[in-house]
């Protein structure tokens, strides 16, 4: 019998390099503005806890800023027409899914990115293996709140002690906590390891498929 038969996961930086596109996104927004542009290695630390905090941190003064609101829908509006131009599934993933899917784990994504990007990244890329997604919305409070991950488990008819929880990042570690799931950690994302052994994640890998000797034990 299977130790666990749930995986819930993060989706920027755990399933999909979506860097290039978010970094060209927030450009677009800050050039509109005649902002200072931002690269790809600050991007890479701004992202995590949605779009309001990674414009806050992207635009001059922050929240301060009169056209924080603006910037948040104008990026909105293109990325919804661009994240996928750049954004590819990290090497390992489909093999992954189509590992778990055979021996009948229950998949979902959890991720702090607007809903309907989720949503729709979701189908693009892995439809057929993935039919729950949540992403950041009013209807429930994002990432490190366990709401979201309570709502797949709800969704996918599971309980936390039989799931886990893979993500690339500090908010990851911290969701999978609050949640009561087993928290997989994984080094190919936005985030170091020393960050996640820091925040206590429980396992962490190298390689997408270093998950099953983790799932399957």
């Not at 190919?188 to 960050?195: L, S």
Request: aromatic share 10%; hydrophobic share 40%.
């Amino acid at each position: 019998m299977k130790k666990y038969d749930t995986v819930i996961f993060d989706l920027d930086g755990t399933l999909l390099n979506s860097l290039e596109d978010l970094t060209d996104s927030v450009n677009y927004v800050l050039a509109l503005h005649d902002f200072p542009l931002r690269n790809i290695t600050e991007i890479r630390n701004f992202v995590g806890n949605g779009v309001g905090r990674l414009i806050e941190l992207s635009i001059p003064d922050g929240l301060n800023n009169m056209y924080y609101e603006q910037c948040i829908s104008e990026f909105r509006i293109h990325y919804s027409k661009n994240m996928g131009n750049k954004t590819r599934a990290y090497d390992g993933i489909m093999e992954l899914f189509g590992q778990l899917s055979n021996d009948d784990f229950k998949m979902a994504i959890v991720s702090n990115k607007f809903d309907a990007a989720v949503k729709e990244l979701a189908q693009d890329y892995f439809q057929g293996y993935i039919k729950v997604a949540i992403g950041e919305s009013k209807d429930v409070a994002r990432k490190p709140a366990p709401d979201s991950v309570i709502k797949a488990l709800e969704q996918l008819g599971s309980v936390p002690d039989k799931a886990v929880y893979v993500g690339d990042s500090e908010v990851d570690v911290k969701t999978a906590k609050n949640a009561g799931l087993t928290c997989i950690g994984v080094t190919w994302g936005f985030r170091d390891r020393e960050v996640l052994e820091r925040e206590g994640a429980d396992y962490i890998i190298n390689k997408p498929e270093e998950l099953l000797k983790v799932v399957c034990d």
